[in-house]
């Protein structure tokens, strides 16, 4: 699961570079600083926000997602040297190892 600062980041990158796209269209077509920059600071705020909200909900989809092996290994802190016993275990059932 991303965190929501990774989230944020990946949104305002993303729309960084859908900017400068709208905003040369925006230019060619209206041959107009002023209005270029209306449309796509408006576009693009409102769309920052919705793809936050967007990856904030797929992360609630495990859809599509490949689970790691050991993601059911009830392990709360880091493992101990005793604990790696349990871990070959698991890996064993799970047949990664023999």
Known sequence: MDTKKRSWAK??????????????????????????????ALFHGIRVVL?????????????GRVKHPLANLPVKQQLAPEDMETVR?????LGYID
Do not use: C, N, P, Q
């Open 11 to 40: 949104s305002l990158v993303w729309r960084l570079i859908g900017i400068v796209l709208l905003g040369l269209i925006s230019f060619l077509v209206t041959d107009d600083w002023k209005e270029m920059s209306i449309i796509t």
């Open 51 to 63: 793809y936050y909200y967007h990856e904030r909900a797929w992360e609630h989809v495990s859809w």
């Open 89 to 93: 275990e698991h890996l064993r059932e």
